[in-house]
Structures are given as structure tokens and as C-alpha cells.
């Protein structure tokens, strides 16, 4: 079992609508949790980090965690055609530990 | 200010030759952290230094891999007597500390064997 799992999609949503993208991780240690960004061809740059239950939000997203679940997910709203890029979820597993174990990533298209 | 920056950024080598990739990671930035990028693959981590300690070497896939971290700044990721599997991007990553959050990636070297 991977200790970060993410819908590969594509996902597909018309702008101005929310996407949802969620990330399920395997170590109930973990103890916190990043979403990044890829456009195709760049390299990854952090949107948000969670390390509490329940929703952090920043403009136009959201991060949402729920430890008992073991389950993070990631919410933009009024997604725009510069939103469409890989979502990368990625976790940290123990206080301490620095590495990053990141998920597959899903990507995201959104449609003028 | 300058971010992280690789070189070179394309490689191409034959199978069985060794190879160096080189990061630079942001001034004064302590953490530094190597990763791997397959196609259609997460990023893999590898190997992380910080500051003066020992480095974390749990993720390298081999003993064909090796890097190192001179006067806590510039690092090399060498592999030794390549293979195709070893056809990926490495992506280098800094960050000011352990504690700090944000890892700040560079642009990555992509490295095939042919």
C-alpha cells in the first residue's frame, strides 16, 4: 500500500465551478500534510499546508483534514483556466522526520 | 532574490556511465533535499542534508546512488553505472530549516538513459 494515494483523474470542471481534490495517506502518525502545484513541464510550489482537523482557507482554496478518516482534501473555488495544472498531495509522517511523501498527484482541467 | 537552481538541465547518457547532477539551493537555506520524478509518477524522495548533521540517505533506491553536500551549501547527486529505470527528473528542493514548512524546489535536471 503506497503511504500516499491521489485519483490520478484527469478531472475536469468549467470555470467558475469548485474542484474537489482528495488524497487519502496510510501512516496515522503523519503529522503534516501539503498541497502542491505542477504545471506541466515546472517544478512543484507549495499552495497550502494543514497540520490541524478541519478547514484552512487562503483565497480561493481550502484545505480540509480529517485525522480519524486519514483523509485531506483540497477545494478551489471559482476555478479558472490557470488552475489546470497537477495537484500534488504530499505528507510528512512523523514530527521530526523532514522528508515529504508525496502522492501521484491528479490533474486538474479547467474548461473556459 | 534567486531560487533554487539545477544544472544542467537535460542530460543524456548511455547505460552504464556515471552522471552528476548538481543543486544550488537558496542562500542561507540549511535543508536541502533530493527527489525523483518518474513519468506519471510522484515525487520519490531520495536524500535530505541539513546543516551539519548526517544526511538522511533512507530514500536512495541504491548503492549506485550517492550525494554529498559541500560546505553546507552547493550538493551533487551521482549515479554510478546507470540504467534506464534511473530515466527520471531530479528535483532538488531547500528550505530555511527543519521546522519550516515550505520546501522551495528547483527546475529540475531531466536525466535519460538511453
Known amino acids: 500500500q503506497k503511504e500516499v494515494e491521489q485519483n490520478s483523474g484527469p478531472l475536469s470542471v468549467p470555470e467558475g465551478a469548485i474542484a474537489s481534490l482528495n488524497c487519502t495517506y496510510s501512516d496515522r502518525g503523519s503529522q503534516s500534510f501539503f498541497w502542491y502545484r505542477q504545471y506541466s513541464g515546472k517544478s512543484p510550489e507549495l499552495i497550502m499546508f494543514i497540520y490541524s482537523n478541519g478547514d484552512k482557507e487562503d483565497g480561493r482554496f481550502t484545505a480540509q483534514l480529517n485525522k480519524a478518516s486519514q483523509y485531506v482534501s483540497l477545494l478551489i473555488r471559482d476555478s479558472q483556466p490557470s488552475d489546470s495544472a497537477t495537484y500534488l498531495c504530499?505528507?510528512?509522517?512523523?514530527?521530526?522526520?523532514?522528508?515529504?511523501?508525496f502522492g501521484t498527484g491528479t490533474r486538474l482541467t479547467v474548461i473556459p | 532574490g534567486a531560487g533554487v537552481s539545477q544544472s544542467p538541465s537535460n542530460k543524456v547518457t548511455e547505460k552504464g556511465k556515471d552522471v552528476e547532477l548538481r543543486c544550488d539551493p537558496i542562500?542561507?537555506?540549511?535543508?536541502l533535499y533530493w527527489y525523483r520524478q518518474s513519468l506519471g509518477q510522484g515525487l520519490e524522495f531520495l536524500i535530505y542534508?541539513?546543516?551539519?548533521?548526517?544526511?538522511?540517505k533512507s530514500g536512495l533506491p541504491s548503492d549506485r546512488f550517492s550525494a554529498e553536500r559541500t560546505g553546507g551549501s552547493v550538493s551533487t547527486l551521482t549515479i554510478q553505472r546507470t540504467q534506464q529505470e534511473d530515466s527520471a527528473v531530479y528535483l532538488c528542493?531547500?528550505?530555511?530549516?527543519?521546522?519550516?514548512?515550505?520546501?522551495?524546489f528547483g527546475p529540475g535536471t531531466r536525466l535519460t538513459v538511453l
Open positions: 542534508f541539513q546543516g551539519n548533521s548526517a544526511p538522511d
Open positions: 504530499a505528507v510528512r509522517l512523523q514530527t521530526g522526520a523532514n522528508n515529504l511523501f
Open positions: 542562500s542561507g537555506h540549511t535543508a
Open positions: 528542493a531547500s528550505s530555511p530549516g527543519l521546522s519550516y514548512n515550505e520546501q522551495f
